[in-house]
Nanobody
Framework: QVQLVESGGGWVQPGGSLRLSCAASGSIFSIHTMGWFRRGLGKQRVLVAS???????TYEGSVKGRFTISRDNANNTVYLQMNNLKPEDTAVYYC???????????????WGQGTQVTVSS
């Protein structure tokens, strides 16, 4: 069994910064891609940023230049540094791990429980 535990959400004023962390634990041999999704009120869950095991990154257009995703492969942890936050960034942020090589033998995908990020004055 694999678990993803997120931390770092909260309230911040516009222009502020937050750093999200997500640690994967359990029977893990490797994780291909780790990423962050978000779901705003009344909206669908969408990809914010992702990073492969080799370090290739992808960002949603509205966060480019403001958010930075990174990961620590040795500790199966992914981070999302969010700078210059805007009210429209308010959402529940979910960690995702895909291509998780685990037991029973196979590849799996997992989600974290979500962490609230609120940007308001």
């Amino acid at each position: 069994q694999v678990q993803l535990v997120e931390s770092g959400g909260g309230w911040v004023q516009p222009g502020g910064s937050l750093r999200l962390s997500c640690a994967a634990s359990g029977s893990i041999f490797s994780i291909h891609t780790m990423g962050w999704f978000r779901r705003g009120l009344g909206k669908q869950r969408v990809l914010v940023a992702s990073i492969t095991h080799s370090g290739m990154t992808t960002y949603e257009g509205s966060v480019k230049g403001r958010f930075t995703i990174s990961r620590d492969n040795a500790n199966n942890t992914v981070y999302l540094q969010m700078n210059n936050l805007k009210p429209e960034d308010t959402a529940v942020y979910y960690c995702n791990a895909a291509g998780v090589v685990s037991t029973p033998p196979g590849e799996y995908a997992y989600w974290g429980q979500g962490t609230q990020v609120t940007v308001s004055s």
